[in-house]
């Protein structure tokens, strides 16, 4: 079956603006979780949705938002971005359902911020 | 509060050699344990999980890891490295009911032919 779908995979923008980033879970998948991964401060979770209400969140500031619809698809937004916003940022599907459940993560989305 | 450390940012070791990555954990419960791999320009992938079943996991690669209670802690070890299994490998804890992952800041696994 198909895996995580992260799009887009590579963007650049400059202080100011904003971006959304989006991702397909796994068919059947309930759960998204989305994480920034840094050089210098590794991986950092954003915040979980299950189905369409936030479940879990992470300490980042409220420029970072998210939403999940009814398909289970995510997005996130970051506004008014700043240099310290260039990252990887991973999307992960579970079915959300089991706390040894397996994440199944997409290849990210590399932000560039200049 | 749960928490993972996983000591050495970088491990090198000779390809054919043991492979050790060290993972420790703290939690008031009793805990689900996690080890996860990312190749380069890739997402993370699980190698093994811990689930309070068997002490001793195995999982893909020819990886495997330990649970020991007295110790707190569940090292990665694979008994001969490859150079395919250069990577970041990360640790991570759960709990029963929470559907959150804490993560350890991962180890970068050099291997040197």
């Known amino acids: 079956k198909a895996g995580v779908t992260q799009t887009p995979r590579y963007l650049i923008k400059t202080r100011g603006q904003q971006v959304t980033l989006s991702c397909s879970p796994i068919s059947g998948h309930r759960s998204v979780s989305w994480y920034q991964q840094t050089p210098g401060q590794g991986l950092q979770f954003l915040f979980e949705y299950f189905s369409e209400t936030q479940r879990n969140k992470g300490n980042f500031p409220g420029r970072f938002s998210g939403r999940q619809f009814s398909n289970s698809r995510s997005e996130m937004n970051v506004s008014t971005l700043e240099l310290g916003d260039s990252a990887l940022y991973l999307c992960?599907?579970?079915?959300?359902?089991?706390?040894?459940?397996?994440?199944?993560f997409g290849e990210g989305s590399r932000l560039t911020v200049l | 509060a749960q928490s993972v450390t996983q000591l050495g940012s970088h491990v090198s070791v000779s390809e054919g050699a043991l492979v050790l990555l060290r993972c420790n954990y703290s939690?008031?419960?009793?805990?689900?344990l996690f080890w996860y791999v990312q190749y380069p320009n890739q997402g993370l992938q699980l190698l093994l999980k811990?689930?309070?079943?068997a002490t001793l996991v195995k999982g893909i690669n020819g990886f495997e890891a330990e649970f020991k209670k007295s110790e707190t802690s569940f090292h990665l070890t694979k008994p001969s490295a490859h150079m395919s299994d250069a990577a970041e490998y990360f640790c991570a804890v759960s709990s029963p009911l929470v559907y959150q992952l804490i993560w350890g800041a991962g180890t970068k696994l050099i291997i040197k032919p």
């Open positions: 811990y689930t309070s079943a």
């Open positions: 939690s008031s419960v009793p805990p689900y």
């Open positions: 992960a599907s579970s079915r959300g359902t089991e706390s040894t459940g397996e994440l199944f």
